[in-house]
């Protein structure tokens, strides 16, 4: 439906009469003999449309096109803000869910702390206190 | 570099005020074939404003393999073609094979161009019968001698070859001409 074939001689003949009225109505061809009704068509042809563009409006559009684009911009960082809530909650459900569980091993982890106060983890504590003790002296000295 | 490679570069790049200008040497031609595809002034408003709001998300694919015109009017044609089938309005009558009367036709049909031009009447007969065209025959008469666009654009705004933009043109013309002489009473 939407492709035609191609015009007949007798009406490639017409189409050049269409387009000669076309032509002098466009003030590009002097008047000849040609249908007046095509001048007419033409004419009314070249008529600008009953309804204009409304006032202003390339300004309104580029506004609301850089608006829309900046909108699109802001996008990415929703989604990583979004993503950090996601998270925030998946952990603080992990706790809810297994904080139990988890808690008792630290607990249960704790009774061997106290072995850092024998033998190498006491000497470790004692030479890291020695090494300190002459700034804190200093300091305490200056503020004296 | 062409006028249009330096106005697409300048939006691209967010310079201020180029969008408003690229839609300020487009609008009309956007406006003239939304108008004449759907007609209903509210609809072509706002049908022009998703053309353009489309040609500034998607600037950045135009590959200046045609002029920026056709291009923006391609988009037009296709919001105007999507809004027409969404409200099922056919683009064009079944019957396209009205021009076959040719002989009926002569080429001086004796009436007085200014004297007829000056007939109020007549000139909203025919721009009434301009209107009651299918939506593709006005839209291309439109963009052909409103807009002064050359066949082969107004093929890449379309997607239709030439030549049935052209058989198109003329018989919707020869239809408003025959009009004219049934209204004048000067059909031989």
Known sequence: ?144 | MNADRVLVEAVLARRAGAFERLVAEHQGLCWHILQRLVRHPEDTRELCQETFLRVHQYLHQYRYESALKSWIGRIAYAVGLRHLEKKQVPLLESDTGEAADLALLQESDGFDLETAWADAQLRERLHAAIDALPPLQRTLLTMYHLDELAIPEIAQICGLPAGTIKSHLFRSRLRLRELLQNRLGVCA
């Open chain 1, 1 to 144: 439906m939407m492709t035609l074939p191609p015009l007949s001689p007798e009406q490639e003949h017409e189409w050049a009469l269409q387009q000669r009225a076309l032509d002098i109505e466009g003030g590009r061809a002097d008047a000849e003999p040609v249908p007046v009704s095509y001048r007419l068509v033409a004419r009314a042809l070249r008529e600008p449309l009953p309804i204009g563009l409304p006032a202003g409006f390339a300004r309104r559009i580029a506004r609301r096109a850089e608006r829309a684009a900046l909108l699109d911009a802001r996008w990415p960082q929703r989604w990583i803000v979004v993503l950090l809530l996601v998270l925030s909650a998946l952990v603080v459900a992990g706790f809810m869910l297994e904080g139990a569980g988890w808690l008792a091993g630290l607990l249960a982890a704790l009774p061997s702390l106290p072995r850092l106060f024998n033998g190498w983890g006491l000497l470790l504590l004692l030479g890291i206190g020695a090494a300190r003790w002459p700034l804190v002296r200093g300091a305490s000295s200056g503020k004296q």
